[in-house]
C-alpha cells in the first residue's frame, strides 16, 4: 500500500448495504464495464471447470444483471440467478425476455441460499462471479457457503473470484482511483478497516450531468482462510487460479478463482 491513510480503524458499517447500491447509474455503469465477449470467454469457464451435463441446473449467486445466466441459457442449460438488487433482477427479467430464454432470477439474500436447494434444486453446479465474494462479514460468510453447498448435488463443483483476498489487494490497495470507461468516469476511494478486516469503498459514478455516490463494504480474507472456510463448508479446492485461462494464482495477482468441488 503507498499511502498510510489507507488504513484507519472502525466506522459503523452497514452489513446490508449491497441490498440497494446496485440501482441507477451503478447498475448502467457495470453493463457498460464488461464487453460481451469477456462474458461469453468466463463462461466457456465455467462450462469447463463446473463440468456441466447437458441442460444442468446451475445456480448464479449474486447475479447482478445476469449475464452468465442469460448466455448459459443461451447454450441450453437452465440457470436460476439470484440477487438482493430487485432493480438488477427486473432488467435481467427484461433481458431474457427480450431473448426469448428461459432463465429464472429470484431475489435471494447471499445467506439464505439453501432456500434455493429446496425452490429449483439441487443444483449440478454453482458460482459467484464478478467479485462479489466477501460482501457479508466472516460470520455471515460461513452461513452463505453453508447455504451454497446444501443447494449442491453430492459432486458438485462451485466457482468464485475475488479481488479481494489478501494476497491480491494488499499488494495493490491505493486510497484513491480513476477510470474511464465509455462515457463514464468512475472513483473509487478506499479505506482498510482494521478493527474489521474490511475495505470501506466510496465510489462515485460521473456520466454526463449525472453523478451518483454509494459505499460498499468488502471483508478480506488470507487464501488459506478462504480454503479453510470452504472445507469447513463442505468443499474441496480443486483448483486455484488468476486468469480464465488456466494460469495457477501466485501472491501479487489481482485477481482469484477458486474451483471448489462439494464432498
Known amino acids: 500500500m503507498s499511502d498510510s491513510s489507507v488504513v484507519r480503524t472502525a466506522d459503523a458499517i452497514d452489513p446490508r448495504w449491497f441490498e440497494t447500491f446496485f440501482s441507477g447509474l451503478a447498475l448502467d455503469f457495470w453493463r ?8 461469453r470467454v468466463e463462461v466457456d469457464f465455467l462450462a469447463k471447470a463446473l ?36 432493480e438488477a433482477l427486473e432488467q435481467a427479467r427484461a433481458e431474457a425476455a427480450a431473448r426469448q430464454l428461459a432463465v429464472e432470477f429470484a431475489p435471494v439474500d447471499l445467506r439464505e441460499l439453501s432456500a434455493c436447494s429446496a425452490a429449483a434444486g439441487p443444483f449440478d453446479g454453482a458460482f459467484a462471479l464478478g467479485n462479489s465474494f466477501g460482501y ?11 447455504g451454497v453447498a446444501r443447494a449442491l448435488k453430492r459432486g ?18 491505493r486510497e484513491r482511483e480513476w477510470l474511464a470507461i465509455g462515457d463514464f468516469l ?3 476511494e478506499n479505506r482498510y478497516l482494521v478493527d474489521h478486516g474490511c ?6 459514478f460521473l456520466r454526463g450531468g449525472e453523478s451518483l455516490t454509494r459505499k460498499g463494504y468488502q471483508w478480506v480474507f488470507t487464501l488459506r482462510e478462504l480454503r479453510e472456510l470452504l472445507h469447513a463448508a463442505g468443499f474441496d ?3 486455484q487460479l488468476q486468469s480464465t485461462d488456466g494460469t495457477p494464482y501466485a501472491w501479487g495477482a489481482r485477481y482469484l478463482l477458486l474451483v471448489a468441488r462439494k464432498r
Open 186 to 188: 468512475f472513483l473509487e
Open 32 to 39: 457498460a464495464a464488461v464487453p460481451a465477449e469477456q462474458t
Open 237 to 239: 479446492v480443486e483448483a
Open 199 to 204: 475495505v470501506e469503498t466510496t465510489y462515485t
Open 156 to 173: 458438485a463443483r462451485f466457482v468464485l473470484d475475488s479481488g479481494y483476498v489478501a494476497e491480491s489487494l494488499l499488494p495493490h490497495l
Open 51 to 86: 463440468q456441466l451435463p447437458p441442460g444442468a441446473r446451475v445456480l448464479d449467486i449474486a447475479c447482478g444483471l445476469g449475464r452468465h445466466s442469460l448466455e448459459l441459457a443461451a447454450r441450453g442449460h437452465r440457470p436460476i440467478g439470484v440477487d438482493a438488487s430487485r
Open 136 to 146: 457479508v462479514d466472516p460470520s455471515a460468510t460461513r452461513g452463505y457457503l453453508a
